[in-house]
């Protein structure tokens, strides 16, 4: 094999982008060696993360099927055939029930997702009665129901909805080839209704849909472009449905995707990068070099929206053999809300309140019984 001049390698490793990155400085993250690359990634991930930890976040489809959109992804878009059959807004006491299950097994997170192209005035106020139930669970709650008007997001909000999730898909100029029932405008519209009212932002997209390198950049330059960086960046990989338009599209490289995932994190450094769609058919091996590469974050629980997801006791078992603990809510005690301790902590040394409600320095904290479910010893 003839010997190349090696790149220049020169930069601080534990440097990301700075700011927001231009497009060419993201295209030539993606052309390094791919040991180079994950190694800078890891360093910049240890530098604003415990790279030992993984967020935990567990969906459910609200309202299943029946979309008028035409995203030539997706299952649930009314006109492909695709076997998915259209369900009605499901009861707030089938959600709370879910997200209760959800709690028990281990998740933090809790976000619910409708297959429209955008509520209706009259869908919010179930929608908030859904978000402060789970709320009240002690779960961080997301939700994503396609576009939003100003006063819908403000609704949301003062719910006590935490993250709004609305994916820019790819990049600007590959977007024409997959969705064309709605622009990319109206996208970065609702982005910047949910800012506005306060929410924090997930926003992402999806690879393997026979976009190009250059394209691959394209969406993760928009990503870290947008006015605030996303708050949580979802990287899924395409699912390819059966009946769909991208139901025969070629398999993106593995290392490709590993690379997608190394470039999120250094171009949105503080960002939560999720390993989201398509993780079914991921080995532990993958999975091991996107988490070392630098995502933190993963949905858990058997299903997707319509699709499968790894089974749990598959995921405990990786989270073990990785030795992986679930990332504590921010503001929570072994699941209670960090003004509501009474029974939470018998341990002082915690700096819990007690319950008195005031100087509660436990939030945070990492308790046996969260950990539990997760962090199961390896048999
Ligand atoms: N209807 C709402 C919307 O489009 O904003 C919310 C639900 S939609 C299913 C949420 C996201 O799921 C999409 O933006 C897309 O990124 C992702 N998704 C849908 N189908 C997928 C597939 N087959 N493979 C990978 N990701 C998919
Ligand atoms: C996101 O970016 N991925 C999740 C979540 N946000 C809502 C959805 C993935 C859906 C995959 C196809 C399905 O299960 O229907
Ligand atoms: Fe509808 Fe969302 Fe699917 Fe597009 S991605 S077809 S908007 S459910």
């Not at 299952?75 to 499901?90: E, H, I, M, N, W």
């Not at 009665?129 to 009240?136: E, I, L, R, S, T």
């Not at 070099?289 to 629980?301: D, E, V, W």
């Not at 078992?317 to 990332?327: E, I, K, V």
Request: aromatic fraction near 6%; proline fraction near 6%.
């Amino acid at each position: 094999m003839p010997m190349t001049s090696f790149p220049n390698l020169s930069h601080s490793m534990g440097e990301g982008l700075k700011g927001s990155p231009s497009r060419e400085a993201v295209r030539a993250l993606f052309d390094l060696p791919f040991t180079e690359l994950v190694f800078r990634a890891a360093a910049v991930h240890r530098e604003h993360f415990d790279p030992t930890q993984v967020q935990v976040s567990t969906l459910l489809s609200i309202k299943t099927g029946g979309c008028p959109e035409d995203c030539a992804y997706c299952p649930q878009a009314a006109r492909y055939d695709t076997g998915v059959k259209a369900q009605k807004l499901l009861d707030t006491e089938e959600v709370v029930a879910r997200a209760r299950a959800a709690k028990d097994a281990g998740a933090t997170r809790f976000c619910m997702g409708a297959a429209w192209r955008s509520p209706k005035d009259r869908d919010i106020p179930k929608i908030a009665a859904m978000v402060g139930a789970v709320k009240a669970l002690g779960l961080e709650t997301c939700a994503t129901l396609g576009m939003l008007s100003g006063e819908q997001a403000g609704a949301l909000k003062a719910a006590g909805l935490d993250y709004y999730n609305h994916n820019i898909d790819t990049a600007p100029e590959f977007y024409g080839q997959i969705i064309h029932t709605r622009e990319y405008q109206d996208r970065l519209d609702t982005l910047a209704h949910v800012r506005d009212a306060g929410m924090k932002t997930c926003c992402g997209g999806i690879v393997g849909m026979g976009e190009s390198r250059e394209e691959r950049a394209g969406l993760l330059h928009a990503l870290a472009s947008l006015p605030a960086p996303p708050d949580s960046v979802p990287i899924n990989r395409l699912v390819r449905v059966a009946g769909t338009p991208l139901e025969q599209t070629a398999e993106l490289d593995l290392f490709e995707f590993v690379r997608t995932i190394a470039v999120a994190r250094l171009a949105m450094p503080r960002s939560m990068v999720r390993l989201s769609a398509g993780r079914e058919t991921m080995s532990d091996e993958l999975q091991a070099l996107c988490f070392l590469a630098g995502a933190n974050s993963i949905f858990y629980g058997e299903k997707l929206l319509t699709t499968a997801n790894p089974d749990t006791d598959r995921d405990q078992r990786l989270f073990a053999r990785l030795g992986l603990q679930p990332m504590p809510v921010p503001g929570v005690v072994e699941g209670h809300l960090e003004h509501d301790c009474e029974d939470a902590c018998s341990d002082s040394a915690s700096g819990c309140c007690g319950g008195s409600g005031t100087g509660c320095a436990c939030a945070g904290t990492v308790h046996a019984d969260l950990l539990m479910p997760m962090a199961a010893s390896v048999a």
